[in-house]
């Protein structure tokens, strides 16, 4: 079995190289970087520049499965070159992944294209499942960062909709946080927090945070390559978001740490802008539910947050 990974040379390509390697799979992973064997040889690196074709799509070639992850990080201030840079490194990825498939003698039978659940709306009164979820954007008190990163999102899925490739079946990943414990991810930025007695309340503490832990992330992967009745948008978040109020509670109380200092939101703007990134990370209510995995038969090895925090936290240590 093959696998190949473009953009997988983050943290959440490394997770799937890391456990599609321990099962026997041939991973290639696509880099814009300089090819670099890091990994003890159980997956190679090949470059690619994520928008000309070059010698990189022959590895589609007999692919089994492609797993696109490739777009600038959103951890940043959404500067015009910042939001560029964000939109064109999704889109245009995407569909140079998309015309290599179609040009493929021999395509991936499955391609999974990285989306995000940040593409629903800003909401309170109900989760967003597949089928009934509202796709954000319209809310009249959404601020303008909030609006883009949803023009992200629905152009970077038009990109993949758009691509002829007939013989392989497409799902999109509306992924939510993956939380592992390994340096330089989400986890790990939340945990430092808490280290230092700042993990409060953000805002008032309502919004909804979804999570997914890293582990059924994988196996979600997995599941979708393995069924084929499974196309189109799935959500990847554990079936139980909470308010951040209730989530960091969970977080500080798996770490031992009995203090949390509350961030008001003036606070949280000017924290923003000293560590170079945006309040939509943790301001924007994200209450999502994985429907369509739970209705093909997945069961989540981590469904609630203070058992998975708990987990992350004893191997964080």
Known sequence: MKLVLPGGSGQVGTLLARAFCAEGYDVVVLSRGAPVDATGGRWRTVPWNAVDPGPW??????????????????????????????????????RAVGAAIAAARRPPRVWLQMSTATIYAHRFDAPNDEESGVIGGSEPDAPDTWRFSIEVATAWERACDDA???????????????????????????????RRGLGGRAGDGRQYVSWIHGEDFVRAVRWLIEHDGLAGAVNLAAPNPLPFDGF????????????????????LEAGALLMRTETELVLKSRRVVPARLLGSGFEFRHPAWPEAARELCSRAR
């Open 57 to 94: 799509t022959a590895e589609l070639e007999n692919a089994d499965a492609v797993v696109n992850l490739a777009g600038r990080s959103v951890n940043c201030r959404y500067t015009r070159a910042n939001r560029q840079a964000m939109l064109h490194s999704r889109v245009l990825s995407t």
């Open 164 to 194: 002829p490739t007939p013989r392989t079946r497409k799902v999109k990943l509306r992924a939510a946080m993956v939380m592992s414990p390994d340096r330089g991810g989400i986890f790990d930025t939340l945990l430092g927090l808490v």
């Open 248 to 267: 960091m509670r969970a977080l500080r109380q798996a770490r031992g740490v009995r203090v949390g200092l509350p961030a008001s939101r003036w606070l």
